[in-house]
């Protein structure tokens, strides 16, 4: 007999048997024993989890001799042939080679004929989203009114792609990825039984490279029991699977958190020269980054983990000067570099680019200690007390815990004493703020605020105006710019809407007087150069800098208010 690989060797044979899928196999089992079973069933879920194998139990379960039964003898002639795979009244049907309406067609006339010597006669149709659809079509009436002797099993991984007026005629059952545990436990049992003496950590891997799929863990098994003679090392099945031991990409995690692109280098050459997929060692990065996240977070993270405990805990201590933000930053990095990974015709190089910049990351605050940062710089502008920032030279990671003074702020100078002969001219409220040139430019600051707001076509206009005077209740506005500027300020209704605006500023009636700035190059050289001085000084300045720092910002534009 030809050798049976251990996904058909050990297939389960009954409901009890089946790994992982307790809700589908308790429902069916009840339906069975209550005669409750539906004419069409959809089983659906990710590859490898048991959904035609359950089909078949079903089979046998509604067509043994002393069925229905929930437990099928698995010793009847029915139960037999079913097994075998060749019984006259359960057709196995490739949906995906079996797809076209004739096919559909021959089908339905075949059903109008009793089963030959089992009570039903069974349709399992095998990736049924593969048929096309006019075939669906064809068999929409037959599925939803088939005869009593007739039921219909569909299996598929992709049940979004097929048409809800089937879904609707079938009563489905989801299946799950199967727990790595479970997988284990299965395999070391397979093992045992089969006198192969294999480490548990090698089970392990294989269960990871599984992703939830039983059949592809027992194939794998299959493989490295295939390639080895006696005792079966771990080293081995490494190599046979080209995986990746969980101890390199805790060595290269290691070496980016703690900044040392030297070594992530070093680490990823030798996975280099060894001659591994790197595209496969970026997959397994991500997904070790991802496990590093959730034991960082996560209260119970081996429920969400198929790691073992003693690999937990390495993590766990690799993570002791690591933040959950700083490992966000790293899995966001390596979420964007992926595709450039993957479509990438040097993926060493790339993937020495991705190492550089994770490495180099500078971490991110939380958002809580921007919070108080800023309420530290509102204190220090208001006491002109230093400004102190995070050093940016900790380590990545960390919270910044040391603390760098910048600047010492000097005391704002006091301000110009009131001038007496002001506050007659002006409304109480305003009285302070015209007693000198440079309140005159505070006072038409406010005054043009007020302009945008209640007339924001005249305000361009007066962007480059000045206050320049203010004598028995008249305004002398010193106006800069060309001919046409000042002929559109002079205009009387622009003039009127001025006065009324003014006057309602300093609560009594105002003039206003029109003065027109003659500038000469000379001095406009002079004041241009002066205000790149100024603009200059202005981004010097300490408390400039220590802002730039602390939120990691720029400087977009320098205005320069009073010259």
Known sequence: MAYLVFARKYRPQTFDQVVGQPHVTQTLSNAVSSRRVAHAILFSGPRGTGKTTVARILAKAMNCKDGPSPIPCNQCQSCMEITAGHSADVFEIDGASNNSVDQIRELRDNIKYMPANSAYKIY??????????????????????????????????EPHKIPITILSRCQRYDFRRIDAQQIVSHMAAICTNENVPIPEESLWVVAREADGSMRDALSLLDQVVACSHGEISHGMVLNILGVFDTQELFAISKAICQ???????????????????????????????????????????????????????????????????????????LAREEG????????????????????????????????????????????????????????????????????DIPDPPAAPPDEPHMVGRVAPHTATLVSSSQNYDQTWQQILNMIAEQQSSLAPNLAKSRLVDIVDHVLTLEIKGNSFNLSRI??????????????????????????????HKATDQKNKTLENKIKTEALDNPLVTASMHLFNGKVVDVKVLNK
């Not at 989203?129 to 009114?145: C, Q, V, Y």
């Not at 992530?264 to 001659?275: K, T, V, W």
């Not at 790197?278 to 496990?291: I, Q, T």
């Not at 530290?376 to 007390?385: A, D, E, F, V, Y």
């Open 490 to 519: 002079k205009r009387p209704k622009n003039m009127k809407i001025l006065k009324r605006i003014c006057s309602e500023f300093f609560g009594k009636e105002v003039d206003i007087a029109l003065k027109e700035k003659v500038g």
């Open 124 to 157: 399992i149709i095998d990736e049924v989203h593969m048929l096309s659809i006019a075939a669906f079509n064809a068999l929409l009436k037959t599925l939803e009114e088939p005869p009593a002797h007739i039921l219909f099993f569909f299996a598929t991984t």
């Open 340 to 407: 450039t990974i993957r479509f990438s015709t040097q993926p060493r190089i790339a993937m020495e680019m991705a190492f550089i910049r994770m490495a180099r990351l500078t971490p991110a605050l939380p958002i809580e200690v921007l919070i108080d940062r800023l309420d530290q710089l509102r204190s220090t502008i208001t006491s002109g007390k230093g400004v102190t920032i995070c050093d940016p030279q900790a380590d990545f990671g960390n919270s910044p815990e040391e603390i760098v003074a910048v600047s």
């Open 259 to 333: 900044g040392d692109v030297a070594g992530a280098l070093e680490m990823l050459d030798i996975i280099y020269q060894s001659g591994k997929d790197l595209k496969k060692l970026y997959h397994d990065l991500m997904a070790h980054f991802r496990d590093l996240f959730i034991i960082k977070t996560a209260q119970r993270p081996e429920k969400l983990l198929t790691l073992q405990p003693n690999e937990i805990e390495a993590a766990k201590s690799q993570l002791t000067h690591m933040t959950s933000a700083a490992l966000g930053q790293l899995m966001d990095l």
